[in-house]
């Protein structure tokens, strides 16, 4: 996949309750203090779509490795345990004025996976989310937004993911209706624009408007808006090869969950109104 080669990649952590603790990543943060207890604790990058340009320590060579995919995931050659993160992607639009970045404008959403490594001691939660192509996983099916506040289409999907192991289905991330993020709608844009023009290098964060700036100012971004929490098997079970991470961003008010697992269960991934990511783990 090369759609979006020219695109900001950014994530955001912990806007989905308690999925940083199962993450083991909740003392990754532990000093940064946020004003609202239910916000997000800040934003990565994972890809930077201009080549580095400066010797200097961050951002780090691999962010400018283009990680997308829509049907792998490439594990890491070191030994090290890897976890799918069920998410969803908002497609962008980008504004500037001056300096700073002025509106963030989102166009469509999908299923996508934050595939992360689960290591202790990194120093930026970014060296943990790209490690080269096909270390992410974005649906090749996109989803309209009609409008990003309540009343929207959006109000009507939820999000949902399973592990294929041996030819059975896990569920790996709970069943969620996407109104469930701590942050969302205008809230969610309005937090997003101003952690990103005063986010600092702070701990596990970086200063992503300087990484935005060094880039040209992109105008346009895939944002991964926060993991959703894990069932007990998706909390303890890393992927190897010959997995399948599958996940499905649907429209419960036209299907039920048994109807997201008939589909996955005869590997019909293409269904109006929902946007399903498939990837085979190698």
Known sequence: MTSYKHFLGLGIAGNFA???????????????????EAAPKGMFPFYLPKQKTSNALRPKEMLYTYPLSSTTIKLPKENVNVQAEPEVALICELSYEDDKLSHISPVLFSAYNDCSIRVSGAQKISDKKNWGEASKGIASDLLAIDSFSDGGVMDHFSICSFLRRDNELHAYGENVELSGYSYFYNKLSDWMRNQINTQEDFGPLEDIKSYINDASQPSNAVISIGATRYTPYG???FLQAGDEVLVVVYNHTTYTIDDVVKSLSQKEYKKENMSILAQKVS
């Open 18 to 36: 308690l999925h940083l603790d199962q993450a083991g990543e909740a003392e990754d943060f532990k000093d940064v203090i946020t004003e609202d």
């Open 235 to 237: 909390e303890t079970t």
